[in-house]
């Protein structure tokens, strides 16, 4: 059974940072797509970033490049998030997600639906 569990999530001021983890178990993390997605208040969720642990390829949605940055530790089963430069636009709930395909195209970041989710952590950006 594939379980996902998501932690490290709280309340960080702006341009503070943090770092969410996924820890995975039921299928084998090095061979998979997994990554991040949240939904502000009020708006659709949206997907964030993506790794793909077969090569290591890693990709972005255009407003947290240069700020967030995601790894794989297939010996702990786990994913991480670490986020810099944090901004109140950020504040989400973020969900860790598996078994999806993922991708840059002409700049931008594309997904398809995954078939795994986690239950999410909360990220709040305030002063």
């Known amino acids: 059974q594939v379980r996902l569990v998501e932690s490290g999530g709280g309340l960080v001021q702006p341009e503070g940072s943090l770092r969410v983890s996924c ?5 084998t993390l090095d061979y998979s797509v997994i990554g991040w997605f949240r939904r502000a208040p009020g708006k659709e969720r949206e997907g964030v970033s993506c790794i793909n642990m077969n090569d290591g390829s890693t990709y972005y949605t255009d407003s947290v490049k ?9 010996a702990k089963n786990t994913v991480y998030l670490q986020m810099n430069s944090l901004k109140p636009e950020d504040t989400a709930l973020y969900y860790c997600a598996a078994d999806f395909s993922c991708r ?12 795994y989710w986690g239950q999410g ?4 950006v305030s002063s």
């Open 23 to 27: 820890t995975t178990s039921g299928f």
């Open 66 to 74: 240069g700020r967030f940055t995601i790894s794989g530790d297939t």
């Open 104 to 115: 840059n195209y002409g700049g931008h970041y594309y997904y398809t639906s995954p078939a």
């Open 121 to 124: 952590t909360q990220v709040t």
